[in-house]
């Protein structure tokens, strides 16, 4: 299930995923989309499939991909046809479209809030590293992280900005910052 905001003449489309426990009502998703259609791209706010079947934990990686990339492929078929695509979300959303860029036929990624690492809990060592996700990607990454985000801060590399907001994980305290950094990106990705 998508949300569509069209741009009034676009010359992109923004298709955003939502974190595992969340919604596409998410603050930073919600900036995000407002500052994408005043850069002209339409956007797709995408309602994961787990969540409109009423489940609250997302399936295995493989079929959590499977499924994006079937809503993506409908999308670049049906309301956003012909347009360049960029992909992305927040958190476990973000995951979703670095694993799926190329299947996608994705020209950028935005990450808001990438999960880099589990951090430790309840005296167990912290989760295995999730760089490689970011590493797989071929196309430009923009990551746009709290700067206390207990899940990590990715390194900036070549292909990929990483720009720090103050705030956590949530993405909350400095909404504005996080659109304007998308905004920003998003329309020297379509220059």
């Not at 670095?98 to 999960?115: D, H, K």
């Amino acid at each position: 299930m998508a949300r569509l905001f069209a741009a009034s003449d676009p010359r992109g489309a923004l298709v955003l995923g939502h974190g595992a426990g969340g919604g596409v009502e998410a603050p930073d998703l919600v900036a995000v989309t407002e500052a994408a259609v005043a850069e002209e791209f339409s956007v797709a706010l995408v309602l994961q499939p787990y969540r409109v079947a009423g489940k609250r934990s997302s399936p295995v990686p493989a079929k959590l991909d499977e499924s994006w990339a079937a809503v993506v492929g409908e999308l670049g078929s049906g309301e956003l046809a012909g347009l360049p695509l960029v992909t992305g979300g927040r958190s476990a959303g973000a995951r979703v479209a670095c694993r799926t860029a190329t299947a996608t036929g994705s020209v950028g990624v935005l990450c808001l809030a990438f999960p880099l690492q589990p951090p430790a809990r309840a005296g167990k060592p912290p989760g295995p590293s999730r760089l490689a996700e970011l590493e797989q990607v071929e196309v430009p990454v923009l990551i746009v992280q709290g700067e206390n985000d207990r899940f990590g801060m990715p390194e900036p590399a070549p292909g990929r900005d990483v720009v720090p907001v103050a705030g956590d994980h949530g993405l909350k305290k400095d909404v504005p910052a996080v659109a304007q950094a998308a905004a920003r990106w998003l329309s020297a990705l379509a220059a």
